[in-house]
């Protein structure tokens, strides 16, 4: 069974804060690691991907990934209340994706 | 640059009935996915598609589920005699290759509500 595992949260941060969201998964295979947003009742919307160890920025996210820890994580500096989602951790070790439940992230103005 | 078309948005069926969910990969796209999101539940996914070939559908129920992308027109998801735990949000993502490094795109979804 491959597992792929997320606190439910509720994460609150403060506006202005850093958030930050981890994700450990099962299958030692898993080669791509994704992030994705979703807000309530929409679709997800792909925010990050990474492929190897560790960090790769992208404008105020950062993804970290260790595969020795099977451990992923999103970091969202400068919180924004608009920030405020569902976000989903995805584990690809074949031709599909495996998804966590996903964070819920609360951005307090 | 049109994205990932799902229809219809919303669908309600009774008991028994049969439901179709059609998707529209991105222009360019001919790897398909469908996922189904229950709630306060993570997307499960059910297959993988290309133009005329199921790949992986290990995630489809063996029952009453099946799916198909034709030469021609959308991929479509069929489920047959519905039943109320089929209730969920049915998502489809594409990607224009498959392999370890694509990213797919996800569709606005089809939530079907069974009555």
């Known amino acids: 069974q491959k597992e792929v595992e997320q606190n439910s949260g509720p994460l609150s941060v403060p506006e202005g804060a850093i958030a930050s969201l981890n994700c450990t998964y099962s299958d030692r295979g898993s080669q791509s690691f994704f992030w994705y947003r979703q807000y309530s009742g929409k679709s997800p919307e792909l925010i990050m991907f990474?492929?190897?160890?560790g960090d790769k920025e992208d404008g105020r996210f950062t993804a970290q990934l260790n595969k020795a820890s099977q451990y992923v994580s999103l970091l969202i500096r400068d919180s924004q209340p608009s920030d405020s989602a569902t976000y989903l951790c995805a584990v690809r070790a074949g031709r599909s994706e495996n998804f966590g439940k996903g964070t819920s992230l609360l951005v307090t103005p | 640059n049109a994205g990932v078309m799902q229809n219809p948005r919303h669908l309600v069926r009774r008991r028994g009935q049969e439901a179709r969910l059609r998707c529209s990969p991105m222009k360019g796209h001919s790897h398909v996915y469908w996922y189904r999101q229950l709630p306060e539940e993570g997307l499960k996914f059910m297959v993988y598609l290309q133009k005329e070939n199921i790949i992986d559908e290990s995630g489809m129920p063996k029952e009453r589920f099946s799916a198909e992308f034709p030469k021609e027109g959308p991929s479509i998801l069929r489920i047959q005699q519905v039943v109320r735990g089929d209730s969920a949000a049915y998502f489809c993502?594409?990607?224009?290759?498959?392999?370890?490094?694509?990213?797919?795109?996800f569709g606005p979804g089809t939530r079907l509500t069974v009555t």
């Open positions: 990474i492929y190897s160890n």
């Open positions: 993502a594409s990607s224009p290759t498959s392999g370890t490094s694509y990213e797919q795109y």
